[in-house]
């Protein structure tokens, strides 16, 4: 008798594992990934958001394997620009404008060396954050060239130890919470639910590509380095920077003689606007499906995203209208709602559509 017991209960055994493969087999050729990401749940939006809807629709037709509009896995792409869409944008300003501000003005270490460029560069972000009347059109490319000039010479480890400390400061106008955990919770919490569908997310950032990836280290954002692209520096071995040699010429390390890479302190590209399209489609190779941005720098991102698709394609817009839980601009939202009328994106209201920002414990300054 009990060894009948025991051969009904390894047949139980047996039925019920080989029941739960078949699952999980199904639940994986839907694309639907929760068996990889539990939590990925927009819990942090107000359950009619119109912009949580419009993207719980969409992954729900493109992921079912009966929809005509089905995506495989493999092209769905979705793409995210960084600062004022995941990432706090205006505290004063960029993460990374106050990155070389500290850098040339308030560094003991550097800023006594500071050229007069860097100088110049980092006065007009400060002119620009104060409201003085000036010509700030060219401010993001004086910006990537000072940024470049004034971390010349450092590895790239000494580099992203540099932003992990100055990720420590304190955001200025919150409390509760310093520089690099300013992550839009919300924003956070659709890259996890694209991810439980089997969607392959990329930041296109205006800011640096190196500081991307030392914001992106030891934060809610769990991305691999490949898929953080952002403005880019020249990177060169100091041997072949001090001998003039190009770069087509030299052989790493050839005299074996402890090479390695440091910053060149030259600016190669301000990844903004038609740059992103172009870096897109260099980098990744094929048209994303969806697209999330803040700002008309990523307007030309959005509408490659949902020109002439192959596939069913979404772009999104994040629109800066909440002034009591962040720095708000109302007329720059306001625009962004026009735009989006007229483009046909969806708006994501910091306002309406969030239910926090940050997180809890976090409060902004009066």
Not at 143 to 170: C, D, I, R, W
Not at 248 to 268: C, H, I, R, S
Request: glycine share 8%; hydrophobic share 40%; aromatic share 10%.
């Amino acid at each position: 008798m009990e060894q009948k017991k025991s051969n009904l209960c390894c047949i139980i055994t047996t039925i019920t594992m080989a029941i739960c493969i078949v699952v999980l087999s199904i639940l994986y050729g839907l694309g639907v990934g929760y068996k990889t990401f539990p939590n990925a749940k927009l819990s942090s939006w107000e359950k009619e958001a119109q912009a949580k809807v419009a993207l719980e629709g969409y992954v729900k037709d493109v992921t079912d394997k009966d929809s005509e509009n089905f995506i495989p896995i493999e092209r769905r792409i979705a793409v995210f620009d960084m600062d004022g869409t995941v990432f706090g944008e205006r505290d004063p300003w960029y993460f990374d404008y106050m990155l070389l501000v500290y850098r040339v003005t308030q560094d003991p270490n550097y800023k006594d060396q500071a050229s007069s460029f860097e100088k110049s560069v980092a006065q007009k972000i400060l002119d620009d954050i104060a409201g003085v009347p000036g010509d700030y059109d060219d401010l993001a490319d004086l910006h990537g060239q000072a940024v470049a000039s004034a971390f010349k010479g450092m590895t790239l480890n000494e580099f992203h130890a540099y932003v992990q400390e100055f990720k420590k400061q304190p955001l200025p106008s919150f409390t509760g919470i310093n520089r690099g955990d300013s992550w839009f919770k919300p924003m956070v919490e659709v890259i996890n639910y694209l991810k439980a569908y089997d969607f392959t997310v990329y930041i296109i950032s205006g800011t640096d590509r190196l500081i991307v990836r030392g914001l992106i280290d030891n934060s809610p954002i769990d991305l691999p380095i490949s898929q953080l692209i952002g403005s880019d520096q020249l990177v060169v071995s100091p041997k072949q920077q001090q001998a003039g040699i190009d770069g087509g010429d030299y052989t790493y390390n050839e005299d074996k003689m402890g090479d390695k890479l440091v910053l060149a302190g030259e600016f190669v590209i301000k990844n903004l606007k038609m740059n992103k399209v172009t870096v897109i489609a260099q980098e990744i190779g094929v048209q994303p499906v969806l697209s999330f941005g803040n700002s008309t720098g990523d307007a030309a991102m959005a509408q490659y995203t949902i020109t002439d698709n192959p596939y069913k394609s979404m772009a999104f817009m994040v629109c800066c209208d909440d002034l009591v839980r962040e720095n708000g601009v109302e007329t720059v939202a306001q625009k962004m709602y026009g735009l989006c009328e007229t483009y046909g994106w969806i708006p994501i209201s910091m306002k309406n559509d969030w239910k926090t920002i940050y997180g809890d414990g976090v409060t902004k300054k009066q």
